[in-house]
């Protein structure tokens, strides 16, 4: 068995997911082919994972691959971890919008932050997936970049990839919730549904027992509030919890970032994203020191999905995960045309999505409000038509809260114009009117 793993400069989650395959008995035999733009992150992440091997066995190859096509050859399973722009266009994605009172925590799923990411990101993915239909067609794409629903509906529109989006959003909050309501995390029942960051426990229950009711007790003690105040004033509001964390949800509706105020009253950490970038960097430079020093990398288990999914393809034992797909009648309340994430069962058949049925009407409404944007992004980066861009960070809920058509006209172009050479596919596009507009102005 073969796994490529595409940015595995990301050297952190690189380590995480290696050591997750190899901690499986029935792949510890794996073949890992590691690919990077940077050769020095790609010479770090293969010296970690000959030290994850080594401590395991050594049963296992790893090559490394400055070649993206010659590691993407007869692979059966193929991880993207990639970030196109790395920390530099992160900062232009945070700095360019604050300059028009425009303040964000995440800006990689939504937001203006989400839609250039998504916009720098696509035209690579689809360059990829078109390696991949000529040198391992049969392969599974399991992605774990963001803004994972875009480039998701992305890559399932336009190739004919075998592809999921994978997130640790639902876990993540069910460890939370358990945490909230003080019981263990393996006794927790429950039923989610909706997009990526923004999908609802329809269902939370101990023993067939509803536990909402609970919840909503624990929310009235002030230090488990103070935990997660977005979330749970949502939750006031929706009667439903969100799988993504409160700065994530933050800057997903129009509801708590336009005043400094809200700002701080619910604890919204700004610019997080930019602290987390620069905690990246400093990991990296830690591993580096590591290997260097010659010490060495334990096989640890986590709870991310993708070495489960393998497992179980490879395997046959049935695992049921969240996954980001295609709306193919999963969700019949939400369009065909946008990327759902729900429950799937995974054997040796692959990823098979669960038909979930309708959305409550009002959360419905409220993913439409995400996926709206979502939609528009991905025609843009399709087309080519840069008005498509304009119109998407017009609807996007945060930046229609805080600016005006104008303002956001003036900043879409000075992002535009910021990225520059990243955005180069896309902007040899045929529609260019907005941009005229707007340097006429």
Not at 9 to 29: C, H, N, Q, T, Y
Not at 95 to 111: H, S
Not at 395 to 406: G, K, M, Q, R
Request: aromatic share 8%; net charge negative; hydrophobic share 40%.
């Amino acid at each position: 068995m073969k796994v490529t793993i595409i940015g595995a400069g990301s050297v952190v989650f690189a380590k995480r997911l290696i050591s997750d395959i190899l901690s499986f008995p029935e792949l510890k035999e794996t073949t890992f082919a590691l690919t990077d733009i940077n050769p020095e992150r790609l010479q770090t992440s293969e010296k970690m994972a000959k030290s994850l091997i080594e401590s395991n066995g050594n049963l296992a190859h790893v090559k490394a691959f400055l070649d993206r096509k010659s590691a993407l050859e007869n692979a059966d399973y193929v991880i993207n971890l990639i970030q196109v722009g790395m920390h530099e266009a992160t900062l232009l994605d945070f700095e360019i919008p604050k300059r028009y009172g425009l303040k964000q925590t995440i800006a990689d799923t939504l937001g203006v932050g989400g839609v250039f990411r998504a916009l720098r990101t696509i035209p690579v993915l689809l360059d990829i997936c078109r390696d991949m239909e000529e040198v391992c067609p049969d392969a599974w794409l399991l992605n774990y970049t963001n803004p994972m629903a875009m480039l998701i509906l992305a890559i399932q529109k336009e190739t004919s990839i075998k592809s999921v989006g994978l997130c640790h959003s639902v876990q993540n909050t069910a460890e939370e919730l358990a945490s909230y309501l003080k019981i263990p995390v393996q006794e927790l029942e429950y039923k989610v549904a909706g997009i990526n960051h923004m999908a609802w426990f329809l269902e939370l229950k101990r023993n067939g027992i509803d536990l909402y009711p609970d919840l909503f007790l624990a929310m009235e003690d002030e230090e488990i509030y103070a935990k997660d105040k977005v979330r749970f004033e949502m939750m006031r509001r929706l009667n439903y919890f969100i799988t993504e964390s409160s700065e994530h949800m933050s800057e997903y509706t129009p509801y708590f970032i336009k005043r400094d105020r809200l700002i701080k009253e619910f604890d919204i950490p700004i610019d997080e994203y930019i602290k987390r970038s620069e905690d990246n960097l400093n990991h990296f430079s830690e591993t580096k020191r590591m290997i260097e020093r010659g010490q060495p990398f334990e096989v640890q288990k986590s709870h991310e999905y993708g070495a489960p999914i393998i497992h179980s393809i490879e395997t046959g034992v049935n695992r049921e995960i969240w996954g980001n797909v295609l709306n193919t009648n999963l969700i019949t309340n939400l369009p065909e045309n946008a990327c759902v994430e729900v429950p799937c069962l995974v054997n040796k058949q692959g990823i098979q999505p669960i038909h979930v049925g309708d959305l409550p009407p009002h959360l419905a409404a409220m993913n439409m409000t995400n996926i709206n944007v979502q939609q528009l992004v991905v025609e843009a980066a399709l087309t080519g038509n840069i008005d498509y861009v304009y119109q998407a960070v017009m609807l996007d809920p945060h930046t229609a809260s805080v600016l005006s058509l104008d303002e956001i006209w003036n900043m879409t172009k000075e992002l535009i114009d910021a990225h520059g050479s990243s955005l180069q596919t896309f902007t040899k596009g045929r529609n260019l009117s907005f941009k005229g507009k707007v340097a006429a102005r």
